[in-house]
């Protein structure tokens, strides 16, 4: 075998290894790195050059603006009045409170971009008020936490910036067009299915909302989302950019949460800023082992080797996408959803634009699979969150939340196999 080949197999095979062993993905990315960076001669200074490299990027400090906005705002009880927004929206209808989850949990994933924001911030309000009104711990969780997964699509969504990055500088105004579409239509699916399983287990619709509270929910409800408002409408009029608008949004909801409703007080200000600072560092690590990591799998070619694997399995775009939706899945298990994006799209990138897959569409693609992956033990870390908040073994809520997971497959194969259902909007925007 040649140098490249053995390089290869010592690359993955420590990776994997150090994966087993329960390494954190960061240090089993650096570690992995050294090793293979050491058989082929490399000077070790590449390691951290390239480790520097991968966060030298002024669209990163989008990141940090996106998680303390969130905080700022989960502190600050806008949980709490997005719910009753949402319950003012849909709450007559049948099951009303599912509705109101899901609901709830897009609005509150336009905010915080994050699912477990989402499960912990609606979940801890969701989740009791769904029990105390007749519905099972179970199916409050399952809808909870299938219902989290909307954050990590709907823009201001983190992730799409860690894709963005790990794509080559792939637009993030695009990305967070492309992933509205998608959005909605995986609330439709959520709710539909929530509607259905109301019907069959007898949920009744929730309490009406009494005139006299209504002005006061919606313009509560409509403050509470305008974060999500600004960091659109500033990307999207090109006024800011995206970590422009992320700092905007942060100073807006500074305001509320703490001058216009009081409810955050100054004296958690402190913890707020460790949670994200301690969110961020662990981010951002990761973005540079990724980087490292990312430079070696170029360096022996193993992208242009995955291109040609698949390309010889099969030159039908429809089956190579089906192969690559499996493989994600699969991954999406085991792996946590961050490194998955940086490790996986330089791998796969190359094989879907081979065949004319826009990149944003793929980012779609890609992070609705690694958000189904936080569903699935053993790392489904939305699983998890939600299964504590409500008090339930990991089983059940697994359970309850099958119709659901299958009702995102069947948004998946959408989104993946009609590329107008995510590519519209951006390319709407860009006329």
């Excluded at 955050?264 to 560092?281: H, Q």
């Excluded at 070696?296 to 040609?308: D, F």
Aim: aromatic content about 8%.
């Amino acid at each position: 075998m040649d140098t490249n080949t053995i390089g290869i197999i010592i690359l993955l095979s420590s990776f994997v290894l150090l994966i087993l062993f329960r390494f954190p993905i960061a240090l089993t990315l650096i570690v992995s790195s050294l090793i293979t960076v050491i058989y082929l001669g490399i000077p070790l200074p590449v390691v951290g050059q390239q480790m520097i490299q991968g966060m030298n990027s002024f669209s990163l400090l989008a990141i940090p603006f996106f998680i303390l906005t969130g905080q700022i705002m989960s502190e600050g009880g806008l949980a709490t009045r997005i719910v009753n927004f949402a319950s003012l929206i849909v709450g007559r209808i049948r099951g009303g409170l599912a509705m109101v989850n899901s609901v709830a949990a897009l609005f509150f994933g336009n905010i915080s971009g994050s699912a477990v924001a989402d499960v912990s911030s609606v979940g801890s309000v969701m989740i009791p008020m769904m029990k105390k009104k007749g519905y099972e711990a179970d199916y409050a969780v399952g809808v909870t936490i299938a219902s989290a997964i909307q954050g990590v699509v709907v823009p201001p969504s983190h992730n799409l910036v860690l894709y963005s990055l790990a794509a080559g500088g792939v637009s993030i105004a695009s990305l967070f067009m492309a992933g509205i579409v998608p959005g909605f239509i995986m609330l439709i699916s959520l709710m539909i299915t929530g509607y259905i399983i109301a019907r069959k287990r007898g949920y009744q619709k929730a309490d009406p909302v009494p005139r006299a509270e209504i002005g006061g929910i919606l313009l509560h409800g409509l403050l509470s989302l305008s974060p999500a408002v600004i960091i659109l409408g500033g990307i999207m009029s090109g006024w800011f950019t995206a970590t422009e608008s992320g700092a905007l949004a942060c100073l807006y909801s500074f305001i509320l949460a703490f001058v216009v409703y009081r409810e955050a007080k100054l004296a958690n200000l402190w913890k707020i800023l460790t949670r994200t600072m301690r969110t961020v560092s662990m981010v951002f690590f990761l973005i540079a082992a990724s980087a490292s990591f990312g430079w070696i799998l170029a360096y022996l070619k193993i992208p242009a080797m995955v291109t040609n694997l698949f390309l010889s399995i099969s030159d039908n775009p429809l089956i190579i996408l089906l192969i690559i939706n499996i493989l994600l899945l699969l991954l999406g298990a085991p792996m946590d959803m961050a490194p998955m994006i940086l490790i996986m799209t330089p791998i796969l990138l190359p094989v879907v634009t081979s065949f004319g897959m826009d990149p944003v569409h793929f980012g779609i693609v890609l992070i609705l699979n690694a958000g189904i992956g936080l569903l699935t033990p053993p790392v489904g870390t939305v699983l998890f969150v939600g299964c504590a908040i409500g008090k339930v073994s990991i089983q059940q809520g697994t359970k309850a939340m099958m119709p659901f997971f299958y009702a995102l497959l069947v948004v998946l194969l959408i989104i993946t196999y009609i590329p107008e259902v995510v590519m519209w909007l951006p390319h709407l925007i860009a006329k």
